[in-house]
């Protein structure tokens, strides 16, 4: 049974920082590609940030420079730390994962192309 279970999230001001990790579990971390998507009320869930097997990233524009994925495959986890919050990035962040034998790790993510999913960890930006 894979399991993604993201943890991290939380309230904070403008200009600060936040560590999201996601671990999983029931799966060959290894060969998975990871993403983080993230979901504001009332608008559609955003692809934000890639990792491939390669560790190679990709980042959308509205995050790009202040964001970091990374993955640590000896733990399973999946991490991002987001820096220079903006109450514009106050949303529900959600990991995501699917297996590189099924699909390519190309930019950008895409939510339909993703298999395994967590469950969410809210994050509010205040100004």
């Known amino acids: 049974q894979v399991q993604l279970v993201e943890s991290g999230g939380g309230s904070v001001q403008a200009g600060g920082s936040l560590r999201l990790s996601c671990a999983a579990s029931?799966?060959?971390?290894?060969?998975?590609?990871m993403a983080w998507f993230r979901q504001a009320p009332g608008k559609e869930r955003e692809g934000i940030a890639l990792?491939?097997?390669?560790?190679?990233?990709t980042y959308s524009e509205s995050v790009k420079g202040r964001f970091t994925i990374s993955r640590d495959n000896a733990k399973a986890t999946l991490y991002l730390q987001m820096n220079s919050l903006k109450p514009e990035d106050t949303a529900t962040y959600y990991c995501a994962a699917v297996d590189t034998r099924i699909t390519n790790c190309a930019p950008p993510p895409r939510a339909q192309v993703f298999r395994y999913w967590g469950q969410g960890t809210p994050v509010t930006v205040s100004s």
């Open positions: 990792i491939d097997t390669d560790v190679s990233t």
């Open positions: 029931g799966v060959t971390y290894s060969r998975y590609c």
